[in-house]
Each structure stands twice: as C-alpha cells, then as structure tokens.
C-alpha cells in the first residue's frame, strides 16, 4: 500500500530522488518549514517520500498521466 502523502504529491513512476524531494518540501506549510524545531520531523517525512517512491519504483507501478 501506497502512503497518501507520497500520492499527494502527484508525482510519476519515473520522477527522480530530486524531484520528490522538491514536490516533498513544497507539500509543506511555510511555518513548518521554518521553524527550526520541526527539523527531525520534515527530514523524517522527506525520507519517507523517497521511500514511498523507491518502493513504487520496484513495484513498477505504471507512470501517472
């Protein structure tokens, strides 16, 4: 099962590391992008993104529109 944050993001099969971690940190609020005590949690999140991604990637899930 596919996380539904990872699926927000909207991004295809094929998108890079990169480019999850992109659309990952524009997912987020501005305040919680700024403050400096959430910063476990965002690297938590982006590392859960990219795993979501890595996984659906093995899977060979077929690509969005």
Not at 43 to 52: H, I, P, T, V
């Amino acid at each position: 099962m596919t996380d539904p944050a990872y699926l927000r993001l909207g991004l295809p099969v094929t998108a890079s590391p990169y480019a999850v971690l992109r659309a990952a940190v524009r997912a987020l609020h501005p305040d919680t992008r700024a403050v400096r005590g959430f910063r476990t949690s965002r690297k938590r999140f982006y590392q859960q993104m990219l795993c979501a991604h890595a996984a659906r990637q093995a899977a060979g899930d077929q690509p969005n529109g």
